[in-house]
């Protein structure tokens, strides 16, 4: 499957911002989805991973309550809406696909496809 990832910017923070990310070439629906971000000079970090059928979604701490994942698999589609941005949630936003598995979505999340990135800066 191919992973593009768009919606990142400068967003000052407090604001708010929706990423996107549109797969195509497989099934959408056979995939769990996730959302990774990486600050330079730092390991990629999972931020968001939710099934197939959206009955699970799961967020690491720091995004909790901020971040909402979310997809359209008539549209083939995935999103993060990211509200109360913080400077600390500076990254490359990446989303990525694992084929559906029994059992919690993660984490951990282990991918098997990955999107570009695309690039989130909140300003304080």
């Known amino acids: 499957v191919q992973l593009q990832a768009s919606g990142g910017g400068l967003i000052q923070a407090g604001g708010s911002l929706r990423l996107s990310c549109a797969a195509s070439g497989r099934t959408f629906s056979h995939y769990a989805m996730a959302w990774f971000r990486q600050i330079p000079g730092k390991e990629r970090e999972f931020v968001s991973a939710i099934s197939w059928s959206s009955t699970q979604t799961v967020y690491t701490d720091t995004v909790k309550g901020r971040f909402t994942i979310s997809r359209d698999n008539d549209k083939s589609m995935l999103y993060l809406q990211m509200n109360s941005l913080k400077p600390e949630d500076t990254a490359v936003y990446y989303c990525?696909?694992?084929?559906?598995?029994?059992?919690?979505?993660?984490?951990?999340?282990?991918?098997?496809?990955w999107g570009q990135g695309t690039e989130v800066t909140v300003s304080s």
């Open positions: 990525a696909a694992r084929g559906v598995v029994a059992g919690p979505i993660g984490p951990p999340f282990l991918p098997e496809y």
